[in-house]
């Protein structure tokens, strides 16, 4: 694997899937395979989950992992090419990247949208250019658009609690949901492309994505899935249910709704084939999920939170093997 930025960088997702659960059931199996190599891990973005779990499956590969907040500590990036640069910016990544490339055997970076311009953030430009420049493989730490760490750790989550929890009821092909939830604030749709292009791409679930009208996503991501706007109606029968808020993408990056109808509650739990319920976190208690959900038995936030680990063992592992 030469860079992990979406879906299409993983030849099969049920292989990567098996390897994950392998490496969460032996996780120091591949401690050599990382000696002498080493991972920058550049944040221009916070991180809880992400930087954690990818430092320590760095470590299982017995890869060095060194994080840069780009954001906080580094100099002001400039990303636009042929950019006069007598502003605020005070480093192009033409000159940025390569040097760090030289430092690293590959670099995973976290990049957020601006939410101000639907063009720019789609284009990926931040993540682009340091795959353009960097010179050594890069892994999406999240990016403007998608969030394939987190996806593929879904995926994970998933066939792993069909394996473990033996749920007689379970169809044998789950029925999944993801329900966009209210939010305080304009957030990106990163989370919400990924699960629904890994969804889709892995194809063994019936796949559903529900929203308020005027929250459609980006049709690229969603082809193969079931939209409705009746909430009630694609919770009926869901085995899984995954919550997510997202700003709007037709009008970019604004919140038009926040009726805290759209809150998945113990109420609306009921419509599903005791479905469980899943969010990436960090998460607004009492805004997207309540608490009974969130402290009830059919949460599975912390085992997911947990396989974040796993999901980017298995990738790192694949791009070790690459160089
Ligand atoms: N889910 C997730 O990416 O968490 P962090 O933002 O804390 O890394």
Not at 112 to 140: C, H, T
Not at 241 to 267: A, F, L, R
Request: proline share 4%.
């Amino acid at each position: 694997m030469k860079q992990f930025i979406s879906v299409k960088d993983v030849a099969n997702i049920n292989s990567i899937v098996e390897k994950a659960l392998a490496y969460k059931a032996n996780p120091l199996v591949d401690k050599a395979l990382g000696a002498d190599k080493r991972i920058g891990l550049l944040f221009l973005n916070p991180s809880l989950r992400t930087r954690l779990s990818t430092q320590v499956a760095a470590k299982n590969l017995g890869m060095e992992a060194i994080v840069f907040n780009v954001d906080k500590e580094g100099w002001a990036l400039e990303f636009e090419e042929g950019a006069i640069m007598s502003g605020n910016t005070v480093e192009h990544i033409k000159d940025a990247a390569p040097v760090m490339g030289e430092y690293f055997d590959m670099l995973a970076i976290r990049t957020f949208p601006g939410l101000q311009n639907r063009e720019d953030d789609y284009s990926e430009m931040y993540i682009s250019q340091f795959i353009k420049y960097a010179g050594v493989p890069v892994v999406s730490l999240e990016s403007a658009t998608l969030h394939p760490l987190q996806s593929l750790t879904d995926v994970i989550t998933i066939q792993e609690d069909l394996i473990n929890s033996q749920r007689s009821t379970v169809k044998s092909r789950p029925k999944v949901v993801l329900t966009w939830a209210p939010h305080v604030k304009a957030l990106p749709q990163c989370v919400a492309n990924s699960f629904a292009e890994w969804m889709t791409a892995w194809g063994e679930v019936d796949f559903v994505i529900t929203h308020p009208e005027d929250y459609e996503l980006a049709e690229k991501f969603t082809v193969g899935a079931t939209i409705t706007h009746n909430q009630d109606e694609a919770l009926k029968d869901a085995d899984y249910v995954y919550i997510k808020n997202w700003s709007t993408y037709n009008d970019y990056g604004k919140v038009y709704e926040n009726d805290p109808k759209w809150m998945m509650t113990n109420e609306k739990l009921a419509l599903t084939n005791n479905a469980k319920v899943m969010h990436c976190l960090p998460v607004r208690r009492n805004v997207e999920l309540s608490d009974e959900i969130l402290d009830g038995p059919n949460s599975l936030v912390t085992l997911e939170a947990s396989n974040r680990v796993w999901a980017a063992q298995a990738v790192l592992s694949e791009v070790l093997k690459s160089l």
